[in-house]
Structure formats: structure tokens, C-alpha cells
């Protein structure tokens, strides 16, 4: 890999280790995927030198906004979104590769900032985007959507950035389901308990069951919207005791 490169992401994941603890819903790791080693199972190094530093500098953008944005979030699997960028870059030709990756990472950047813990819709984790659970409802939601459209493409990046500012909306008109938050307070709409403990123990359980529409930690993942995985999650929070009581 281009020493350059290989730095960025080097450097990049010793900041990641001195400040979270980098937990993944693999069955078979213990800790997520350093981007390096990310960046080996793509094969990276097979790119010209530009397209390295393009998307070694993206990628580490976007995990560094993920934490500013999400300090609190407990899974850090980068592996599929990483690839599913770099995968389409590498059907486009060359110069529009580049711009895509600039703009596909930029994009997640950009949302990370307006959905984190820093803005009024204040959402404690990023959980909801990396394991498809948004874009497998958005898929469910939308009768003209037939898939094609993946987790981390451009059409449903466009449409989460669209949804923001609607949901800076109904903040704004303190909606029942969306209201203006508390200080210090964590915005939860769902009607399951989502601290840190209940959290880890909800997402780890519907990994086990396979209950997940992206496994985010497998570069070579297929992701999957043919089931109706919000009333999954739902169950599953009920079978764990962690739906909130009204």
C-alpha cells in the first residue's frame, strides 16, 4: 500500500483506540476491524496511488466524525459501508471514481453532523445506518424502492440527508414522537429502552439470530430487507424485557 496511505489509516486507528473501545457484532472477532485491516481485505494497494489517498483519507474522515458525532456508540464496524463505497468507485471510470468516493464519504460526514449529539435531533448512536436497520425500513416505507438501492448508496444517503431536515421540523413544532429534548437528554422514539447495557444486549441478540439487515463487519455481506426487521427488533427487545413500560 502506498506508505502515505497506509500512515492515514495507521494514524487514524491509533486515535480510534485511544477513545472508544472499538466492540463489533461479529461472531467471530472480538474487537472490530482495524481500517488497515479493512483496507487489506479490499485490496487497497491494487489501486493507483490516488485512489489510495482518496479513500484513505475518506474513510478516515468518516470514522473521525463518527466519534466526534457519536462518542457514545458501542459497535465501530466499518467493513461493508467501506467496501460498498469502494466497490462502486470501482465501476466508474477514471477521475469519477475519485469524486465519488470524496462525495460518498463526505456525504456520511455530513450526516453524522446533522443527526449526532451535537444538534437538536440528538441521536446516542449510529447503530440504526451501519446495520441497515434505517434503510431496511425506508425500504418497507417506499413502494417504489425494490432494493437496488443499497445501504450506503448515494440514493439513500440523499434521502437520510432530505429526512433530516424534516426532522429538524417536527423538533421545531415539538412533535408527540419527536420532541424537543431536555438538555443532556438522548433522543429515543422507539418504544424499547436504549442505554449503553440494553443497547449492546439488544444488537448483539438480533445479530445472533440473524436479525440484521447489513452485517456492517463483513466486507462481503449481502444485505437483506425481505423481512420485517423493525418488528423484529421489536420482539426481540420484548423477549429481553427492554421495552419501556407505559
Known amino acids: 500500500m502506498n506508505p502515505q496511505a ?7 486507528d491509533a486515535r480510534l483506540d485511544g477513545g472508544v473501545r472499538r466492540w463489533t457484532l461479529s461472531p467471530t472477532k472480538e474487537r472490530a476491524s482495524s481500517l488497515v485491516e479493512i483496507a487489506q481485505a479490499l485490496k487497497l494497494a ?13 474513510l478516515a474522515q468518516w470514522t473521525r466524525s463518527q466519534q466526534v458525532n457519536f462518542p457514545e456508540n458501542l459497535f ?3 467493513d461493508y459501508p467501506a467496501a460498498s463505497v469502494l466497490r462502486h468507485a470501482r465501476s466508474l471510470s477514471e477521475g469519477a471514481d475519485l469524486d465519488y468516493v470524496a ?14 449529539v451535537h444538534t437538536t435531533i440528538c441521536f446516542r448512536y449510529v447503530h440504526d445506518f451501519s446495520y441497515g436497520l434505517d434503510w431496511a425500513k425506508w425500504i418497507a416505507r417506499e413502494a417504489h424502492q425494490d432494493g437496488s438501492v443499497g445501504p ?8 437520510l440527508r432530505n429526512r433530516a431536515f424534516e426532522l ?17 437528554a438522548a433522543r429515543n422514539p422507539f418504544p424499547f429502552r436504549r442505554d449503553p447495557a440494553s443497547e449492546a444486549q439488544l444488537l448483539a441478540e438480533l445479530a445472533r439470530r440473524g436479525q440484521l439487515p447489513v452485517c456492517a463487519w463483513d466486507v462481503d455481506a449481502s444485505p437483506r430487507f425481505d423481512r420485517p426487521f423493525q418488528a423484529l427488533r421489536e420482539a426481540c427487545a420484548a423477549d429481553l424485557g427492554l421495552t419501556i413500560d407505559e
Open 46 to 58: 491494487d489501486e493507483r496511488v490516488s485512489m489510495q489517498l482518496e479513500f484513505a483519507r475518506g
Open 76 to 78: 465501530w464496524d466499518f
Open 152 to 159: 450506503f448508496d448515494w440514493g439513500f444517503l440523499s434521502y
Open 103 to 116: 462525495a460518498a464519504f463526505g456525504r456520511m460526514v455530513e450526516l453524522q453532523q446533522r443527526y449526532g
Open 6 to 12: 497506509l500512515e492515514l489509516l495507521v494514524r487514524e
Open 168 to 184: 429538524v421540523e417536527l423538533i421545531e413544532r415539538d412533535d408527540e414522537k419527536y420532541p424537543t429534548l431536555r438538555r443532556g
